[in-house]
């Protein structure tokens, strides 16, 4: 099993940056991808980012693309997730999530591990 432990949510202006982290445990040597899920109030849960086992295959949801950024440290067990040019809409709880697998999925019932999640809000 892997053990996920989100950090670096908060509170930021619009158009601000946070950068989100996953420090991963446990059976960390069996090839895992990694992803970024999150949940706003009243919605359903959301795909935001994916990355494969290597790090070299990313995937973003639309809504963030080109604002968001995915990557991990495979030396340190962590993945992370710039955010850029945050929006209002970006409100969410956000979690990292792990599924045993090279390529990461875009689909959230398909990780089996998550984090406790962290709160990121963005005022307008």
């Known amino acids: 099993q892997v053990q996920l432990v989100e950090s670096g949510g908060g509170l930021v202006q619009a158009g601000g940056s946070l950068r989100l982290s996953c420090a991963a445990s446990?059976?960390?040597?069996?090839?895992?991808?990694m992803g970024w899920i999150r949940q706003a109030p009243g919605k359903e849960r959301e795909f935001v980012a994916a990355v494969s086992w290597s790090g070299g295959t990313t995937s973003h949801a639309n809504s963030v693309k080109g604002r968001f950024t995915i990557s991990r440290d495979n030396a340190k067990n962590t993945m992370y997730l710039q955010m850029n040019s945050l929006k209002p809409e970006d409100t969410a709880i956000y979690y990292c999530?792990?599924?045993?697998?090279?390529?990461?999925?875009?689909?959230?019932?398909?990780?089996?591990?998550w984090g406790q999640g962290t709160q990121v809000t963005v005022s307008s």
């Open positions: 999530a792990a599924h045993y697998g090279y390529y990461g999925s875009t689909t959230p019932d398909e990780y089996n591990y």
């Open positions: 446990g059976r960390t040597s069996t090839a895992y991808a």
